[in-house]
């Protein structure tokens, strides 16, 4: 595996391709995530379980299990809406992915902002403990299957150097506390530059300092 030397630079940014005879938008919501061997890996992918994803599709409305992807289905916000982990050599990207009506976009986003804020002041005992045991579920899917065994091995000699045990990831996703998941929302998320890539019917999409100011809780 080889070392790199210095981590991307994650710059603050927005790209628009705005479309008025579109009546749905498609928007991409990021922070600077962790690379594969960053310490803030597995509190990262269980914030994203905790945020959760949803679809018209899926049936569940808003029965989901997630309070982000339940205000969504409620609202009636979106089409689909999902949470994302990505991680490269050096650097990362977390944040959601979204498709929604044109004039749901101001809404969308009130609603999001603050479930992904809320991660770096806590979140219930019993959201937490759910969130842990969907995490596991989705690493052990990883596995199900030759091709697909096979695939998770292959990329985790290329990032880690080794193919780590299934015990051993269980037992670090037992280990994650809430103070795991505060420390890492708040170094990712809390008051943080982010990038924003959206296209389609976007005239309601609030601009870069409406998304910017709500990266951050003000308490008194």
Known sequence: VGSVGESA?????????????????????????????????????LMQTILGSFTTSSGLGRDVTASMCQEVAIHGLASSISAFNLSYSDTGLFGVVATAPDNKLDDLLWYVMPNMVRL????????????????????????????AAGEEMAQQIQTLGRVMPLAEMMARVDALTMDDVK???????????????AIGGIHELPDYNWIRRHSYMLRY
């Open 9 to 45: 630079a994650f710059i603050g940014s927005d790209v628009r391709i705005r479309y008025d005879s579109h009546s749905n938008a498609t928007i991409a919501l990021a922070f600077k995530g962790a690379s594969w061997t960053d310490p803030k890996t597995m509190p990262l992918a």
């Open 120 to 147: 770096a002041h806590g979140v219930s005992g019993e959201e937490f403990a759910r969130s842990k045991l969907a995490l596991k579920t989705q690493i052990l899917s990883a596995f199900d299957g030759d091709i």
């Open 183 to 197: 420390a890492a929302a708040d170094e990712v998320i809390n008051d943080q530059d982010h990038a924003l890539a």
